[in-house]
């Protein structure tokens, strides 16, 4: 069954665990910077959401990848970065309608989720489980259990 | 060097010169990092009897060798400086993401010197510093001061800042950081006033290093799993906050009432935690890298204490709450959303006014003093009012702003201070906790719970349930948990992290990221020599033995209510073991031995 990171705003605390784990699996520092995970926040409201790759079934980053170093996987279905084809042209950053796809400054790489080839670091390291590594079909039914509730506990106030 | 960036970032703000230098590693080694770093710093580079708003006076910022990893709850960053508020050495820590910023900037420490000829921001993105202008930002409050240092800056930019009570000096002003997170005690918001010194902004995007990322990632995991197995750094903080004690507090009869008079307050629950949450609470919030978020955003819609922000914490519930007699969780609110706003240390200023409540109830001060304001017990407006006068400095506020003791010596009523060495007193009574009372009286800082948290032991049970009532091994017990508690927080770690984990996880995980192999004995060895040259600090400041006191009220009057009616501190009887213990002669200074066997000079 295939897998996808579930994310949970609502249960998000802003703590960057998430982003340290990241960093830490892909790039052997604590870097924020350089993560395919980022969250954020907003300061006033106390309010954070993390966001990383969605793996778009229609996904404008492999549409305008030139060199090709964006394909997606046909087993998983995931996009995935070849960074040996990748020449750096940024086009993948400016087509990502999230800001998903990342150029790292200091690195001069693209950096991208590749849900670490199945065990994501940044949902071990989550701790209250904003983010999730679930099969899809219990994502999907998560969300609408999640959703109808609020229906529930309308009518049963 | 890993764990630590290897850098200092030296800003005059006199001359306007800006220099980096190599971070000396035996100081590393041996201080740590954060309030170990930043005293040694001071140590070397001030002399302990400047006046501490004056342009001698250096403030430091300092991260921690665990800041900027995911280390559990370690992402704090500490204030060090002469206190403006007490004239001894400061060393305040605060969460939020600002100290992980400054980390990943690639700093371990920031010092600030001199002061500026006008108001100034100090903009940091990575190696590129500057000192800004900052005269249209001056008078305005944290928010304001957010948002216009971000809009002309990065809009991603932390924030680190005084609101116009730092600029105005109030005694006990803090340096706000993320809005709502605060380096609060001992004044070293007015002394960055001092400096002209508005806020600082930064950008990092650089790393930390981990000298043994696998061995790191196991002793993490380790911490992690104990702290959320831990009913208290589990499940208690995320559910009810800090204020989950206020209960528990007023049950064993040590929720200090009425500016001390009492230690118990019949209608606490209506502030306590469990209220909180059912009420006014949005959602639990982390400072970076925490898996435990005490941290309460909360919503008052009460038109009359409407706001939005962070908070109550126990301290600032029970200094708006009980000590000032009022039980309206609304106005307690509003009082510390006005204390973030205004950039002031929230139990000091509850601590003030229920000591002005106090002057005004007994006639020693009157309606004509306070210019109308009704300081009587309980009246929820009046506080509030005199907390907003606080902050725009007008008025009485004026007189508030020196702090309690500096207030009552003016009415000839010092012993109505409840102070240590001019701080004020926070939420745990030490007539009806007799360890927590010999800590306030040997804190370092003055008067906290944060340097030797024994209510862990003497009322929560952790780890290992002590009588709160007896004086019997309180001496060491206090000496245990200062030392530990100073090692923690030079490592960047929060204090909470202990319902959980203890030396042993936290020397581990220090010695997996720097790669410097520290034992359970060298750690708290750390915590005791940092202990001791905060000590020696204080000494040289003028400071001596005779400081190390309580009111006469704890010592004297016993608590009229509650499960500890009757009870009064003993620590007259506690402060010689203490001082033996400490390796300190009878007048409280370390012996040659001692400072030997710690590798410091006289």
């Known amino acids: 069954m295939a897998h996808m990171l579930m994310i949970n705003p609502e249960k998000c605390t802003g703590c960057h665990n998430c982003e340290l784990a990241c960093s830490m699996a892909h790039e052997g520092v604590f870097r924020p910077d350089a993560t395919r995970v980022h969250v954020y926040s907003w300061e006033r409201e106390g309010f954070s959401v993390p966001m990383m790759c969605q793996h778009c079934r229609d996904a404008p980053c492999i549409t305008v990848c030139t060199p090709h170093a964006l394909t997606r996987d046909p087993d998983t279905g995931w996009v995935n970065l070849d960074e040996g084809k990748c020449i750096g042209c940024k086009m993948c950053v400016q087509a990502c309608p999230f800001g998903n796809s990342i150029w790292d400054e200091l690195t001069h790489k693209i950096l991208k989720c590749d849900n670490c080839g199945g065990d994501p670091a940044c949902a071990k390291m989550c701790p209250t489980q904003a983010l999730e590594w679930v099969d899809d079909l219990t994502a999907t039914r998560r969300r609408k259990r999640a959703f109808t509730e609020k229906f529930k506990d309308a009518f049963s106030e | 060097m890993n764990g630590w960036t290897g850098k200092i970032l030296r800003v005059n703000l006199s001359t306007g010169k800006l220099s980096t230098e190599p971070l000396d590693p035996d100081s590393a080694k041996d201080y740590l990092g954060a309030r170990g770093l930043g005293t040694k710093i001071m140590t070397d580079e001030v002399d302990p009897k400047v ?19 995911y280390a559990p709850s370690a992402g704090r960053y500490t204030v060090v400086t002469k206190g403006a508020l007490t004239g001894a050495i400061a060393s305040s820590n605060s969460g939020g993401v600002w100290g992980p910023e400054l980390k990943f900037a690639g700093y371990d420490a920031l010092i600030i010197e001199g002061a500026a000829p006008k108001p100034v921001y100090l903009w940091i993105r990575n190696q590129k510093v500057e000192i800004r202008d900052a005269s249209h930002i001056w008078g ?31 005694l006990f002003a803090a340096i706000m950081n993320d809005l709502h997170r605060a380096a609060g005690r001992s004044g070293t918001g007015a002394v960055m006033g001092s400096k002209n010194l508005k806020a600082i902004a930064v950008v990092g995007s650089g790393a930390v290093t981990c000298a043994d990322p696998k061995a790191f990632e196991t002793a993490v995991m380790d911490a992690r799993e104990k702290i959320q197995k831990h009913p208290v750094g589990g499940a208690g903080l995320r559910l009810y906050g800090t204020n989950v004690l206020t209960n528990i507090l007023n049950e064993v009869g040590g929720y200090p009432t009425r500016n001390f008079q009492d230690g118990h307050f019949p209608t606490a629950d209506k502030i306590g935690g469990e209220t909180l949450a059912a009420t006014l609470l949005q959602r639990p919030r982390g400072c970076f890298s925490c898996i435990i978020s005490c941290g309460r955003v909360t919503k008052v819609t009460n038109k009359k204490y409407a706001g939005e922000g962070e908070g109550p914490e126990y301290e600032t519930a029970w200094g708006f709450g009980g000590d000032c007699g009022v039980d309206n969780l609304d106005a307690v609110t509003k009082a510390n959303y006005l204390c973030n706003e205004y950039g002031m240390d929230t139990i000091s200023m509850a601590a003030t006014i229920a000591c002005a409540m106090e002057l005004y109830e007994r006639g020693f001060i009157s309606r004509k003093d306070t210019g109308g304001v009704a300081l009587e017990w309980g009246n929820a407006e009046a506080m509030v009012e005199a907390t907003r006068l606080t902050g725009v400095g007008e008025g009485f506020g004026k007189k508030l702003a020196l ?12 012993e109505l201070s409840m102070t240590v060495k001019k701080q004020e007193i926070p939420a745990y009574d030490a007539r009806a906790i007799q360890g927590i009372g010999l800590n306030y009286a040997t804190a370092n800082c003055g008067a906290a719970h944060v340097r030797g948290y024994t209510i862990s032991p003497e009322v929560l049970g952790v780890p290992m349930k002590v009588d709160k009532d007896t004086i019997e091994g309180k001496p060491a017990l206090v000496i245990l948990f200062q030392n530990l508690t100073a090692a923690l927080d030079a490592t960047g770690s929060c204090l909470f992290a202990t319902f959980g984990i203890g030396a042993d996880e936290l020397a581990g995980m220090l010695s997996a990221v720097t790669g410097v192999a520290y034992t359970t004995d060298d750690f708290m060895k750390c915590g005791d020599r940092i202990y001791n040259l905060e000590r020696q600090w204080n000494l040289a400041a003028g400071l001596t033995a005779k400081d190390d006191t309580l009111p006469i009220r704890l010592l004297n009057e016993p608590i009229k209510t509650g499960a500890s009616k009757g009870m009064v501190s003993r620590l007259p009887e506690m402060l010689p073991t203490y001082y033996e213990l400490r390796g300190w002669d009878g007048n409280g200074v370390p012996t040659p031995a001692k400072l030997g066997e710690l590798s410091l000079t006289a």
């Open chain 2, 51 to 69: 006046d501490p708003l004056s342009p001698k006076n250096k403030l430091i910022f300092a991260p921690g060798p665990l800041t900027g990893s």
């Open chain 2, 140 to 170: 305005k409050t944290v928010p304001e001061t957010s948002d216009a240092i971000r809009a002309e800056t990065d809009d991603d930019a932390k924030i680190a800042c005084i609101g116009p009570a730092g600029e105005n000096r109030v």
């Open chain 2, 403 to 414: 702090g309690s003791y500096r207030l009552a010596e003016s009415y000839g009523h010092s």
